[in-house]
């Protein structure tokens, strides 16, 4: 990046809103486009991207918002992708070998020309075979014009019901941003603030509703290009949407793969309690430095009922009312 384009950035940045997240300024948000993101470096980074992300016509980005099941979405797709490539046997599948997030890079952790967490270089991503699964936290208003406008390049979005995806969050957050607190001057969060945070919409990515609800009208708009998935309907029936999403990026089970049971064994293999179990995914960190079992928990569909009071569920569906009224986007809770 250029000296006046980083200076541009710079004080673009400083502008900003900020507020601070688990009772602290020491971990500072930062709201760029009515969106809450993590601190000045990811920001900056959001810029860069923008500006020299160049999408190829058949790269596939998986977009979500944070714990709505990216995660499991990177190795349902990645098998889709490789099987119908004839890349390897199931049984060689780097799914069991890498973890998820390292399968799929996120287009906000390359490094761009300054870096966030520097896993990859933007000049390391053209290696990456075609077709490319990038992933991406990123609200569509700030996707790179070239992923907006290419007319072959699909995104796939996966979204949760707002009460499970809260509270994994919560989980999430409590256990990860303080065990990356160096200077350990967080505190944890209750549940309570937590959903205080969440309702107003500052937590990372945030706000939700509207993250899921652009997305959403996107899909409806055009749903050739994004596909709008739902956790729920994926743990309630994987194989119909496992066919939707192979149909969606051009590479169809066969009548011959489906009676091979193709697809039974993949929805298998990337089934949280296999991913659990795999020894690259219970032992170390991440490039964060995230332990990498923090991404499997419990993957279920209800769990926040033991978590929510009266009077919370009342305020979330008021919220989820207001926010999705005349979309016709519903979400099942149980
Ligand atoms: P819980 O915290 O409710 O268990 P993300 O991948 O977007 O970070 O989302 C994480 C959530 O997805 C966690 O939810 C996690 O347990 C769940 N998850 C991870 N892998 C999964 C899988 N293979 N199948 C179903 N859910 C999964």
Same mark, same amino acid.
């Given at each position: 990046? @250029? ?13 900003? &809103? ?16 009515? $969106? ?21 016509? %058949? ?13 499991? @979405? ?6 889709? #992708? ?12 780097? =799914? ?13 952790? *390359? %490094? ?7 896993? @990859? ?6 290696? =990456?075979?075609?077709?490319? +699964? ?27 019901? &707002? $009460? ?11 256990? #990860? @941003? ?25 937590? !990372? ?14 899909? !409806? ?41 193709? =697809?039974?064994?993949? +929805? ?11 020894? *690259? ?47 016709? !986007?519903?979400?099942? !809770?149980?």
């Amino acid at each position: 990046m @250029l000296a006046h384009e980083e200076k541009q950035v710079e004080e673009l940045i400083h502008q900003l &809103p900020k507020s601070g997240i688990l009772g602290s300024q020491y971990r500072s948000i930062i709201q760029y486009q009515n $969106f809450w993101f993590p601190g000045y470096l990811l920001i900056e980074n959001i810029l860069k991207c923008q500006k020299h992300f160049k999408a190829k016509d %058949n790269d596939l980005i998986i977009a979500s918002h944070p714990k709505t099941g990216t995660t499991w @979405l990177n190795t349902l797709l990645f098998a889709i #992708v490789n099987r119908a490539n004839g890349n390897h046997p199931m049984s060689e599948s780097p =799914i069991l070998s890498q973890h998820p997030h390292h399968l799929v890079n996120r287009l906000e952790d *390359v %490094n761009f020309g300054g870096g966030f967490y520097n896993q @990859l270089s933007s000049s390391q991503l053209d290696d =990456i075979p075609s077709p490319r +699964i990038l992933g991406t936290h990123f609200p569509y208003v700030l996707l790179p014009e070239s992923i907006k406008t290419s007319n072959y390049c699909r995104i796939l979005y996966i979204c949760r019901n &707002p $009460f499970d995806t809260l509270v994994s969050q919560w989980h999430f957050y409590n256990k #990860v @941003l303080i065990d990356l607190d160096g200077e350990q001057t967080l505190k944890p969060y209750t549940f309570e603030q937590f959903f205080e945070d969440w309702f107003e919409g500052r937590i !990372l990515f945030g706000p939700f509703f509207e993250h899921v609800t652009d997305y959403w009208v996107q899909s !409806l708009a055009n749903p050739k290009k994004v596909l709008f998935l739902k956790y729920e309907d994926l743990k309630e029936n994987p194989t119909v949407h496992l066919k939707r999403m192979a149909d969606f990026v051009g590479m169809p089970f066969s009548i011959e793969e489906e009676s091979r049971g193709v =697809i039974r064994e993949i +929805i298998e293999m990337c089934s949280i309690n296999n991913m659990k179990e795999l020894d *690259v995914n219970k032992n170390g960190l991440n490039y964060y430095g995230v332990e990498k079992k923090a991404y499997f928990r419990k993957g279920e569909v209800g769990g926040w009922i033991n978590y929510f009071t009266p009077p919370m569920i009342e305020r979330m569906n008021k919220l989820m009312q207001q926010k999705l009224q005349g979309t016709g !986007l519903t979400f099942k !809770l149980v």
